[in-house]
């Protein structure tokens, strides 16, 4: 049993019934989950996993004061921490008298506060542009069971529907590191004598090239350590992996490596040349992913960030 069915399971056992025998007046208001920081949130934890926070628990969310006061708010918060200490041979973590837990009584407007810097979900430009993905990642991932209100959901999907300019401009950006890391710099490095030099050269290469194919599928990266496990979650996504895991793993000290390395890099990019082509999103018609990424950056209708540094928003 994962994080997800964890928290699920421990929600219909015992938090449901309480939600409904002892406050049936705030089900209209509520929304409840399991969203937010952690591998168990994006299905991705293991045992090994559970060596901190993993724990038998769930998310009620509530609208502001106007809606909901601080008193009901207060007994409903007592209510989930009698709820029992224990499911499915897991033991509830302690709950912290000064905050920071991650399941619990929260406020929509403070989670998403802390998750991406807005109470409401609305971004400035700015905010779109300089957010981690790996934020904007756990903001909308794991599962809401239900959200009667809608406050919760509503500004969820606010998150989630990047806005097409921001889209492009982390597109056009990722597509200039590929070019620069790993078409120009990889044996460049190499022919310089500096070995390290083109495992970072590699390393840029890999990390812009899994940033681009979220953004291709309308997705965000999650955190590094948890990126390779997403790509996995589809066969195009699978087939990636297994060729940026070569470029990772394998060696270059010979030139016979190294160009099998540099070989693989040329594939990647031109698989990645013929997707954007085929979604109409460069005019380019070369080898050459520097090229790809201004013809991207072009499409962007907003003056304002089209002309922004091609790597505004990596």
Same mark, same amino acid.
């Given at each position: ?133 790996? =934020? /904007? +990642? ?8 239900? &959200?009667?209100?809608? #406050?919760?959901? $509503?500004? !969820? ?81 699978? =087939? /990636? +992996? ?8 394998? &060696?270059?000290?010979? #030139?016979?490596? $190294?160009? !099998? ?54």
């Amino acid at each position: 049993m994962n994080g997800l069915e964890l928290s699920r399971g421990y929600f219909e056992a015992y938090g449901k019934p309480m939600l409904e025998n002892e406050f049936a007046d705030l089900l209209p208001f509520l929304a409840v989950g399991s969203v937010g920081s952690g591998s168990d949130r994006f299905g991705f934890d293991d045992e090994i996993s559970r060596d901190h926070d993993f724990e038998p628990g769930f998310c009620i969310f509530l609208p502001g004061e106007d809606v909901v006061d601080r008193r009901r708010a207060f007994l409903l918060e007592r209510a989930y921490a009698k709820l029992p200490k224990e499911f499915e041979g897991v033991k509830r973590q302690p709950l912290s008298p000064v905050g920071g837990n991650r399941n619990g009584v929260l406020r929509t407007a403070e989670f998403y506060q802390a998750a991406v810097g807005s109470p409401t979900g609305e971004l400035s430009v700015q905010s779109w542009l300089t957010l981690p993905d790996s =934020a /904007l +990642a756990e903001a909308v991932n794991g599962e809401v069971f239900f &959200d009667n209100y809608g #406050e919760f959901t $509503a500004i !969820r999907q606010k998150i989630a529907d990047m806005p097409e300019d921001v889209r492009l401009k982390r597109i056009a950006g990722n597509l200039l590191l590929m070019a620069q890391s790993g078409q120009y710099n990889f044996l460049r490095c190499l022919q310089h004598g500096e070995p390290e030099a083109a495992s970072l050269a590699c390393v840029e290469f890999v990390t812009a090239t899994i940033k681009v194919f979220f953004a291709l599928h309308q997705r965000y990266m999650p955190y590094y350590k948890w990126s390779f496990r997403a790509l996995r979650q589809t066969d195009e996504g699978k =087939a /990636l +992996a297994d060729k940026l895991s070569f470029l990772l793993t394998s &060696d270059h000290r010979s #030139e016979d490596e $190294a160009m !099998r390395k540099y070989g693989m890099i040329e594939e990647i990019a031109g698989e990645f040349i013929t997707v954007l082509q085929d979604r109409g999103l460069t005019k380019a018609i070369c080898g050459d992913l520097e090229k790809h990424a201004y013809s991207v950056n072009d499409r962007i209708t907003d003056g304002t960030v089209r002309n922004l540094h091609i790597l505004a928003a990596v």
